[in-house]
């Protein structure tokens, strides 16, 4: 098998998420054969890795935008460069705009949405560019996300969060709650069951490695790994998260009471998956005074 060369941009990345010296994370990689995920894992495993960096740090800016009609509710994610123009009124029209032209013509592919009209006989992706040059900005539509049901409720949190939840019972008050509560503790999952397996049986890898390194008899170690897997779930379903609006109480024994039951969620976060290039303003300086002698 032949081995894979690791890059000074491997090393970095990997650095990046998890906290580690350059040489840890060179050698981690060299083992995992130059696969990002696998080295992490292994870290993980090995408890060198304490706590590894979430993967899709908020790094880029933006906008999420909700769009929302009979059954059906759009959210678009739009990028640009720097907080200053996420604020801007043109690119705040522009995004919105965007988001209810995919709505009217029930469009969830980002190509496809960039090839419909977007009035004074552009199309969205012509409108784009003359955006890209007037704010003097990189702007991107970057993805979308649907979901369709009776009962909707939605939040946004400023800019950077959108939520769209489908349920069945209570008031809008509740959807709205539920929608908030989502937004603020970002569930991955309604429960157990809707956890992705793979992601499931990944962590489960990791916690009973992690058990086992602990040298303690088997039936304890089983007792580590179950109680692993529960905290993960508590952590990850949104039903076993303290409720926002109660910490006290469950999210699921809240809607239980309420006779709510939720259906699906979408959550969108400005930046999630892209890497903010990482000024050095030391070397920015010495650069420039380099420059001026």
């Known amino acids: 098998m032949t081995e894979v060369k690791v890059s000074a941009k491997m090393v970095k990345e990997l650095r990046d998420r998890t906290g580690l010296g350059m040489m840890e994370c060179k050698k981690a990689l060299q083992e995992a054969n130059g696969d990002v995920e696998v080295a992490i894992d292994n870290l993980r495993k090995s408890g060198q890795a304490k706590a590894a960096k ?120 509740t959807g709205k709650n539920l929608a908030m509560h989502i937004a603020a503790f970002n569930p991955v999952a309604v429960d157990d069951e809707s956890v992705d397996a793979d992601v499931l049986a990944r962590e489960k890898d990791i916690i009973e490695a992690k058990a086992k390194e602990s040298g303690k008899p088997d039936n304890i170690v089983e007792k580590m790994i179950e109680g692993g897997l529960r905290k993960y779930l508590d952590e990850v379903t949104l039903l076993r998260q303290p409720y926002v609006m109660d910490n006290d109480k469950k999210v699921g024994d809240v809607l239980k009471a309420e006779g709510v039951k939720v ?12 890497e903010k290039k990482q000024e050095d303003f030391a070397a920015e300086v010495a650069a420039a005074q380099a420059a001026s002698k």
């Not at 259906?263 to 892209?274: D, M, N, P, Q």
């Open 54 to 173: 979430k993967a899709g740090n908020i790094a880029a800016d933006g906008a999420i935008i909700i769009a929302q009609g009979d059954n059906k509710a759009f959210l678009l994610e739009v990028n640009c460069q720097t907080d200053f123009v996420a604020k801007d009124a043109n690119f705040t029209a522009f995004a919105e705009k965007v988001a209810n032209i995919a709505l009217e013509n029930n469009v969830t592919d980002v190509a496809a949405i960039s090839e419909l009209p977007y009035g004074d006989g552009q199309t969205v992706e012509e409108a784009r560019v003359a955006l890209v040059q007037k704010i003097g900005e990189n702007i991107q539509v970057r993805r979308v996300e649907t979901l369709e049901g009776a009962n909707l409720a939605s939040y946004r949190h400023g800019l950077r969060i959108g939520v769209v939840v489908s349920y069945e019972g209570g008031s809008e008050e």
């Open 263 to 274: 259906l699906s969620f979408k959550r969108l976060e400005v930046g999630e998956g892209i």
